[in-house]
């Protein structure tokens, strides 16, 4: 088993993971699930009156593949794909309805909808393929318009250009199903995650960045060529997996939608961005193969935060140091951070404690409270040496707002604020030559 297998995945549901991390709540699923089922018993009732057509509805994309993330960046929120179909029999073109129809007659009912509603933001202007309502818990709905012959069992999707497009994401999903055995199914759809979760935090848009559908269909595809020990690992899975996607995309870059050949997923990237994609693939392989490779859980953990920042846990040890090790012909010096906090508040209450300290951790801090973390040792660093500091949060009101953390910065002295509840960690790290000589956990507790 790979040296932090259990850092990606476990079944220990207590236990912080990049699994856990990178995906929502059991509560914010359930949240998710009434305001899908809500809106969808709305529109169904509200379009089956207006149009006369009998009118279904489909959850499809990352929520019905159960491979959904947490939103890993600000602004963004949680996706929802939940398709309307219109069924009539025959072709689309042999309804009482346009496209382009449809899509207003559903853009009428959810901002009819929003209006009953306390809860939504807003409903966005409609969009390409989908029309779109926001709601308050950082989440948003996104609702293809479709038309359905149950007969033919054929759907097409309905676009703002008045033009009807052959989609049917529900082809895509039985593909998945087949391809994928449902013995190895849980551990496929966590590859995805990652593979998506790498994607959002390190290539943006325009640059090589790849759609979630090519992911998913690289991944399934792929996964059958992994040996046993590779997928009895999760970090070994991962490297693996890595490693066959782009010997296969080397091979033949052109990855076409396994139930319709004529859309070639690939193209959507461009020649320039094909090129981009396979260059941030090497990248992230070659960081994989070093990290499966590394001779300890910090080495491993810091290679794979490179990628994952403060969405990878570090190990659990208060302090970890490697000492006088020689590595790329270069000897690392010994060196152990010590760390003083103090935390006070942003506006003093009378009569109360208004100030806190402590060396290497604080605890029972409240809220909006300023806190300062200094090496007090900074004239002990090795020659070279270079101080980071990483915010990991943990806990049910900052998984709730989707705030796991940050890089804090560089330097000796770093500022931070309370803000959630809970154990909450600041990470110091110093490397030296660009190798980690030392590592300390400092437990911040929120009241």
Same mark, same amino acid.
Request: glycine fraction near 4%; include cysteine.
């Given at each position: 088993?790979? $040296?932090?297998?259990?850092?990606?995945?476990?079944?220990?549901?207590?236990?912080?993971?990049?699994?856990?991390?990178?995906?929502?709540?059991?509560?914010?699923?359930?949240?998710?699930?009434?305001?899908?089922?809500?809106?969808?018993?709305?529109?169904?009732?509200?379009?089956?009156?207006? #149009?006369?057509?009998?009118?279904?509805?489909?959850?499809?994309?990352?929520?019905? @593949?159960?491979?959904?993330?947490?939103?890993?960046?600000?602004?963004?929120?949680?996706?929802?794909?939940?398709?309307?179909?219109?069924?009539?029999?025959?072709?689309?073109?042999?309804?009482? @309805?346009?496209?382009?129809?449809?899509?207003?007659?559903? +853009?009428?009912?959810?901002?009819?909808?929003?209006?009953?509603?306390?809860?939504?933001?807003?409903?966005?202007?409609?969009?390409?393929?989908?029309?779109? $309502?926001?709601?308050?818990?950082?989440?948003?709905?996104?609702?293809?318009?479709?038309?359905?012959?149950? #007969?033919?069992?054929?759907?097409?999707?309905?676009?703002?250009?008045?033009?009807?497009?052959?989609?049917?994401?529900?082809?895509?999903?039985?593909? @998945?199903?087949?391809?994928?055995?449902?013995?190895?199914?849980? +551990?496929?759809?966590?590859?995805?995650?990652?593979?998506?979760?790498?994607?959002?935090?390190?290539?943006?848009?325009?640059?090589?960045?790849?759609?979630?559908?090519?992911?998913?269909?690289?991944?399934?595809?792929?996964?059958?060529?992994?040996?046993?020990?590779?997928?009895?690992?999760?970090?070994?899975?991962?490297?693996?997996?890595?490693?066959? $996607?782009?010997?296969?995309?080397?091979?033949?870059?052109?990855?076409?939608?396994? !139930?319709?050949?004529?859309?070639?997923?690939?193209?959507?990237?461009?020649?320039?961005? @094909?090129?981009?994609?396979?260059?941030?693939?090497?990248?992230?392989?070659?960081?994989?193969?070093?990290?499966?490779?590394?001779?300890?859980?910090?080495?491993?953990?810091?290679?794979?935060?490179?990628?994952?920042?403060?969405?990878?846990?570090?190990?659990?040890?208060?302090?970890?140091?490697?000492?006088?090790?020689?590595?790329?012909?270069?000897?690392?010096?010994?060196?152990?951070?010590?760390?003083? *906090?103090?935390?006070?508040?942003?506006?003093?209450?009378?009569?109360?404690?208004?100030?806190?300290?402590?060396?290497?951790?604080?605890? #029972? !801090?409240?809220?909006?409270?300023?806190?300062?973390?200094?090496?007090?040792?900074?004239?002990?660093?090795?020659?070279?040496?270079? !101080?980071?500091?990483?915010?990991?949060?943990?806990?049910?009101?900052?998984?709730?707002?989707?705030?796991?953390?940050?890089?804090?910065?560089?330097?000796?002295? !770093?500022?931070?604020?309370?803000?959630?509840?809970?154990?909450?960690?600041?990470?110091? $790290? *110093?490397?030296?030559?660009?190798?980690?000589?030392?590592?300390?956990?400092?437990?911040?507790?929120?009241?």
């Amino acid at each position: 088993m790979g $040296i932090v297998a259990s850092l990606f995945f476990t079944n220990d549901s207590e236990k912080q993971t990049l699994h856990r991390r990178i995906i929502p709540t059991d509560e914010q699923r359930e949240s998710q699930q009434k305001r899908w089922n809500d809106l969808a018993e709305y529109l169904k009732e509200q379009l089956r009156e207006n #149009s006369a057509y009998p009118i279904y509805s489909w959850l499809q994309g990352s929520y019905k @593949f159960a491979t959904q993330l947490r939103p890993l960046m600000q602004n963004e929120e949680f996706d929802i794909d939940l398709g309307v179909y219109f069924q009539w029999s025959g072709q689309p073109e042999d309804g009482n @309805f346009t496209p382009l129809q449809l899509k207003r007659m559903v +853009q009428e009912k959810l901002e009819q909808y929003a209006k009953e509603q306390s809860d939504i933001k807003k409903v966005a202007l409609p969009k390409m393929r989908c029309n779109r $309502i926001h709601y308050g818990e950082n989440f948003h709905i996104d609702v293809p318009v479709y038309h359905l012959d149950s #007969s033919r069992d054929a759907r097409a999707l309905a676009t703002q250009n008045d033009d009807w497009e052959d989609s049917d994401p529900k082809l895509i999903y039985l593909w @998945f199903k087949k391809q994928v055995p449902k013995e190895t199914r849980s +551990q496929v759809r966590r590859l995805i995650r990652y593979l998506k979760a790498w994607v959002i935090l390190n290539i943006k848009e325009g640059e090589g960045r790849p759609s979630a559908i090519l992911l998913t269909v690289l991944v399934a595809e792929s996964y059958g060529r992994l040996s046993n020990s590779e997928t009895a690992s999760e970090d070994e899975a991962l490297a693996g997996i890595l490693k066959l $996607i782009l010997a296969r995309l080397k091979d033949d870059q052109k990855v076409c939608n396994p !139930v319709n050949t004529k859309e070639v997923l690939s193209e959507r990237l461009g020649e320039q961005g @094909f090129l981009e994609f396979i260059d941030h693939l090497q990248k992230f392989g070659d960081l994989a193969t070093r990290a499966v490779a590394a001779s300890t859980e910090v080495e491993a953990a810091a290679l794979w935060s490179n990628v994952y920042k403060h969405f990878f846990p570090l190990p659990e040890s208060e302090v970890r140091m490697l000492c006088h090790s020689k590595q790329d012909s270069k000897i690392l010096s010994a060196f152990t951070p010590n760390v003083f *906090v103090k935390a006070e508040r942003k506006k003093h209450i009378y009569n109360e404690t208004n100030k806190w300290s402590g060396y290497n951790q604080i605890s #029972s !801090v409240p809220k909006n409270c300023s806190i300062t973390f200094t090496l007090v040792n900074n004239d002990k660093l090795p020659p070279g040496a270079r !101080v980071e500091w990483t915010v990991r949060n943990e806990g049910h009101e900052a998984e709730k707002t989707n705030d796991l953390g940050h890089e804090a910065g560089i330097g000796s002295t !770093v500022k931070e604020s309370s803000a959630y509840k809970g154990c909450h960690y600041m990470d110091c $790290i *110093v490397r030296q030559h660009g190798h980690i000589i030392s590592m300390r956990r400092i437990p911040v507790g929120i009241v």
